[in-house]
């Protein structure tokens, strides 16, 4: 559809080569395949520059007059998004540890979509590829086979790591929406922009704030956090914490990315069992996400919860 777009308006093909990798990644996949073979290190810059400019963005912050209803909109969209990417993302797609309807499904997916965090198809694709190679040359974000700035946030800003390896997720390709998400996930972070402008706006009366200071604090600065938090259970709970259980990788559990994550800093656990909806696998292992999807199964929400055995939480430990 977007392609016939440009067609009628007669876009010179450089131009219109140019837009369908930014906003169709089909098309960018197959770009990118037509070309030679790409290494690790080839950094794609056309990604590069929307994901430093909303670090930027976030930073205009300083200059806008703070309100309480701002910083709320920040927290709210980080907890929502951050719960989305944990329970969903990860938890839901990644690893299938609980069940829910295709409706919910579609929903959080949406949601987390919006954290620009890519679509959950090509999310769980390399988040599987993780657990097969982690901490081995084929782990795309290991902070022992790459340097700690790569694993952080450098690999997916790489040409090679764009595509989708399709024969991890053949069970969520068949789901046309999640498809759909995943090819234009441009779209839902620039809905929700649109949203909290006129949010903003419609509350600029009273808070004394427009819809520009709603969506710096609601999408960018909460954007940011959510990054950083998402991405430090890659690098840093691969480098520094405990390690409960002999894994045959570096994962270690540590309590303030556990905090800041919602319960995903329980990383060695993790690894010793993923199949678990429960990754802080006692009581003192705070683990908000868990907690959360426990409460919407008392409505049917999600169901089937899968939850690691005594026997298998106390091998090895």
Request: glycine share 4%; aromatic share 20%.
């Amino acid at each position: 559809m977007i392609k016939t777009c440009f067609d009628l308006y007669l876009i010179p093909y450089k131009m219109k080569s140019f837009l369908l990798k930014i906003f169709d990644n089909d098309y960018a996949e197959r770009y990118y395949q037509s070309k030679k073979k790409l290494s690790d290190e080839s950094i794609d810059w056309l990604r590069v520059i929307p994901f430093f400019t909303i670090h930027l963005i976030a930073l205009t912050a300083i200059w806008i007059k703070f309100e309480w209803i701002l910083f709320a909109a920040a927290l709210g969209f980080f907890v929502l998004r951050m719960f989305a990417i944990t329970g969903f993302y990860h938890r839901y797609f990644s690893h299938k540890t609980f069940k829910t309807s295709r409706f919910i499904q579609f929903l959080f997916a949406f949601i987390g979509a919006t954290a620009a965090q890519r679509g959950p198809i090509w999310w769980a694709s390399h988040h599987r590829r993780h657990h097969v190679n982690s901490d081995q040359e084929n782990d795309h974000h290991s902070p022992h086979i790459h340097d700690f700035l790569w694993s952080h946030m450098g690999w997916f800003l790489a040409k090679k790591n764009f595509f989708t390896d399709r024969k991890f997720v053949k069970d969520l390709i068949k789901f046309k929406e999640l498809v759909w998400i995943d090819r234009f996930d441009w779209l839902p972070p620039s809905i929700l922009i649109m949203l909290l402008y006129f949010l903003g706006e419609y509350l600029s009366p009273v808070y004394q704030i427009s819809g520009t200071s709603m969506v710096i604090w609601g999408f960018f600065i909460s954007t940011v956090f959510v990054y950083h938090c998402t991405f430090a259970v890659n690098s840093i709970a691969h480098i520094w914490g405990k390690q409960r259980y002999e894994t045959r990788e570096q994962s270690k559990n540590n309590f303030l990315i556990a905090l800041i994550t919602f319960g995903e800093g329980w990383h060695n656990n993790h690894h010793h069992f993923p199949g678990s909806i429960r990754q802080g696998f006692y009581w003192w292992e705070i683990d908000f996400t868990y907690y959360c999807l426990k409460f919407l199964s008392l409505f049917g929400i999600v169901y089937n919860l899968r939850t690691v055995s005594k026997s298998l939480k106390q091998k090895h430990s």
